[in-house]
T-cell receptor, first 113, second 115 residues
């Protein structure tokens, strides 16, 4: 049973376009929602994170949109670049679960030049 | 500041062999964990530790042991390797972020093949 469902599994975007990756969760106790970026041969790295008391967080070209009522959150990559080609993971955690991350299955993003 | 260091980077084992994957961090993080990553299955938690002397099982602990004698080190032992344990293994340590959650610093991984 996947507690955090991520879509799409793969995504191809043209350079300069907007990449959108979506995640949905079931557990309303989750209170921390990070996104991780993983390049081939490397470990995942924290990209951006949000808490449920805000609806949007922006860091450079990366934005998290959060919809608490729908239990959904998404990553938007504006002006996508070939260097953004990587696998992206969403995750969720709650203080009651020792803050162990519950991971989505990942989205492989390819940005064509 | 090396972060999280994993060794070896690559390993081939025969079925039934045992080995230890090493993980060390120099950031004084209390929380450490081991994941395996398989195609299409994301990251699955094997074992984790909330501090020296304290370990607990994740979602896929069978066939693996851990110990945490120091804050810095968190080795993962494969007791009797099986082909199903062919995977990429990541060690991570975590820290509190400004948003109130935990950020994870991952090692670069160990690619293990069991033949």
């Amino acid at each position: 049973q996947q507690q955090v469902k991520q879509s799409p599994q793969s995504l191809i975007v043209q350079k300069g376009g907007i990449s959108i990756i979506n995640c949905a969760y079931e557990n309303t106790a989750f209170d921390y929602f990070p996104w991780y970026q993983q390049f081939p041969g490397k470990g995942p790295a924290l990209l951006i994170a949000i808490r449920p008391d805000v609806s949007e967080k922006k860091e450079g070209r990366f934005t998290i949109s959060f919809n608490k009522s729908a239990k959904q959150f998404s990553l938007h990559i504006m002006d996508s670049q070939p260097g953004d080609s990587a696998t992206y993971f969403c995750a969720a955690a709650n203080a009651g679960n020792n803050r162990k991350l519950i991971w989505g299955l990942g989205t492989s993003l390819a940005v064509n030049p | 500041n090396a972060g999280v260091t994993q060794t070896p980077k690559f390993q081939v084992l025969k079925t039934g062999q045992s080995m230890t994957l090493q993980c060390a961090q120099d950031m004084n993080h209390e929380y450490m964990s081991w994941y395996r990553q398989d195609p299409g299955m994301g990251l699955r938690l094997i074992h984790y530790s909330v501090g020296a002397g304290i370990t607990d099982q994740g979602e896929v602990p069978n066939g693996y042991n851990v110990s945490r004698s120091t804050t810095e080190d968190f080795p993962l032992r494969l007791l009797s390797a099986a082909p199903s344990q062919t995977s990429v293994y990541f060690c991570a340590s975590s820290y509190r972020t400004g948003t109130g959650g935990r950020g994870y610093t991952f090692g670069s991984g160990t690619r293990l093949t069991v033949v």
